[in-house]
């Protein structure tokens, strides 16, 4: 009966983390993430792909199955371990247990993926913003599930949506 206990505390510790953060762990579906990353934003070799709360790092393999390098950041530490536990042995893949808004994305980013919230989308977006602003480029931005209120996307491909976030000031390489 001590296990019961055991395992009803740590769900009730892992639900709660996720409560405090808002940071909900919700699966992607693989074939929805494919699509969105071969016909929405066609991945290459030569992008880097961040997610942001990369939950249990599926889109991270799937941008390494197209040969892109993939970033993600997870704050809950639970599903943090199991991206990288799932993502053992791909090189291209990277797992970061760190809360995003306390990191700067890598200076080689290309495209920043995320299942945000109505909450947090904005926030995200600006992020983004800034750093296309220091990486003096342009950067492509997919939200899954929610629009950026204000901006118009790019392109739509079911619930997964492509913006093209351009740096704030005018000397920018890649406008």
């Known amino acids: 009966m001590e296990w019961y206990w055991w395992a009803s505390l740590g769900l009730i510790c892992f639900f709660g983390f996720m409560a405090f953060t808002g940071a909900p762990y919700l699966p992607s579906k693989p074939k ?10 066609p991945l ?9 709360g990369a939950g249990d790092g599926i ?5 390494s199955r197209l040969g892109a390098k993939a970033i993600g950041f997870e704050i ?11 993502s053992l042995g791909d090189e291209r893949v990277g797992v970061y247990c760190r809360n995003f808004w306390r990191v700067e994305l890598p200076s080689d980013t290309t495209v920043v ?4 919230d109505s909450r ?7 992020k983004v913003e800034a750093a ?3 990486m003096g480029r342009k950067l492509a931005f997919i939200s899954y599930g929610f629009d950026v209120p204000g901006k118009k ?11 093209w976030v351009k740096p704030l000031h005018p000397e920018s390489r890649d406008v």
């Open 76 to 86: 809950n530490p639970v599903i943090a371990a199991l991206a990288m536990l799932l």
């Open 120 to 126: 947090d989308i904005t926030k995200m977006y600006r």
């Open 59 to 63: 889109v991270l393999r799937i941008a």
């Open 113 to 116: 993926y995320t299942f945000g």
């Open 153 to 163: 996307p790019s392109k739509t491909i079911g619930a997964h949506h492509l913006y």
């Open 32 to 41: 929805d993430v494919r699509r969105a990353l071969t016909e929405l934003y």
């Open 44 to 52: 290459t070799a030569r992008d880097v792909l961040v997610d942001i």
């Open 132 to 134: 296309a602003t220091t």
